[in-house]
């Protein structure tokens, strides 16, 4: 999703800047990888890792060995990351190590909670990077307090704004014929939308049956459809947990069918990072359900309400919407749809080939 914009905005300006996209392969399952290709529209990858899953050391290190390899042979003037996830970090520090410039989209975001994984992620690949890309005023007040220089940050916007809004004129233009979300709107006229993964979540019994629980109070008043991460699903079955009669189980769903079924939703529930952006975006209310976030806009600007993860502060998150009590938030700063045009914008003034 935050490719996708920068792939446009380059092929628009392929005269003065040259890519190649490069599938780590960390995400290979079809529903979570390939669909994402063919739906929005990106280029076959120039070059597919296979690296596949394994601890997070164990994926970290295949993705470094396989694309120092790739730099070496096909040596790109800019390697450009997106986001928080280990291949993120990887090729980071592997184009640092080569001393090639390495660029961060999405750069600045905190969440203060050194447990999360993706907190790891952002501060190693912040720490080493040398432009920045950044979608709030928090992450440029994050990076300057981390010693970065002003020169090298840009307050851009956020290409998942920009993915989402193209994607949702797409379909107004083009609605979809086929889908879950067909199915699951004409049988449920109102109904909200569930997302969780995050292992603080899913993982450990006590909490997943908690916030299920929960889940299924809420599904007693408004309908729920839960697009289920596999492994939240396993852990569902492993620890014998009952969703309940009001929450429709769904398989991950592509982005054109999730989106189809989100934008229209009365409240989203997640622990997703992205879902909270694009909610803000678009004007769904969203409930958070975590402690932390690291993106404090979609709070203090946009719909989302970081409730945490007890079950009375999510029932009375979920209540005061059902009651008509939906906060009116507001699409922030630059999240116009033309943050990748900004960051291309950058890159070609460098004079730039990017990987």
């Not at 730099?71 to 928080?84: E, H, N, W, Y």
């Not at 080493?128 to 981390?146: A, N």
Request: net charge negative.
């Amino acid at each position: 999703m935050k490719i996708a914009p920068l792939v446009r905005a380059m092929d628009r300006r392929k005269d003065e800047i040259s890519y190649r996209i490069v599938h780590t392969g960390q995400h290979y399952d079809h529903a979570m990888s390939d669909v994402f290709f063919a739906e929005l529209g990106i280029p076959v990858p120039d070059y597919h890792l296979g690296c596949g899953g394994g601890s997070h050391a164990e994926q970290t290190a295949k993705i470094m060995v396989a694309y120092e390899k790739l730099c070496l042979k096909d040596r790109p003037d800019i390697v450009v990351v997106v986001g928080d996830v280990n291949s993120t970090l990887a090729c980071a520090i592997v184009a640092k190590k080569l001393h090639i410039v390495a660029a961060h989209v999405e750069a600045g975001l905190r969440s203060g909670d050194r447990t999360m994984p993706e907190e790891i992620n952002r501060l190693v690949t912040d720490a080493i990077s040398d432009l920045y890309f950044v979608t709030e005023p928090s992450g440029v007040e994050h990076l300057r307090r981390e010693g970065q220089s002003s020169e090298a940050i840009h307050f851009v916007g956020h290409v998942m704004v920009d993915n989402v809004m193209f994607q949702r004129d797409k379909l107004e233009r083009e609605p979809l014929v086929e889908g879950h979300s067909i199915a699951y709107k004409a049988a449920h006229p109102r109904y909200g939308v569930v997302t969780m993964h995050r292992p603080s979540n899913v993982d450990d019994p006590e909490a997943l049956a908690r916030l299920t629980g929960v889940l299924r109070e809420i599904s007693q008043g408004l309908p729920l459809a839960f697009s289920v991460h596999p492994r939240t699903r396993q852990n569902m079955e492993r620890f014998g947990i009952d969703p309940g009669p009001g929450i429709t189980l769904l398989e991950p769903m592509a982005y054109m069918d999730f989106l189809n079924l989100w934008k229209e939703a009365v409240m989203v529930l997640t622990d997703s990072g992205g879902l909270q952006e694009e909610t803000t975006a678009l004007g769904v209310p969203c409930i958070t359900l975590r402690e932390n976030t690291e993106r404090p806009i979609t709070i203090s600007e946009g719909t989302n309400i970081l409730a945490g993860t007890k079950p009375e502060a999510i029932l009375a998150a979920a209540n005061g919407i059902l009651n008509g009590n939906t906060k009116q938030g507001r699409r922030p700063e630059l999240w116009d749809g033309k943050a990748a045009e900004r960051i291309v914008e950058v890159l070609v003034g460098r004079g730039v080939s990017c990987s």
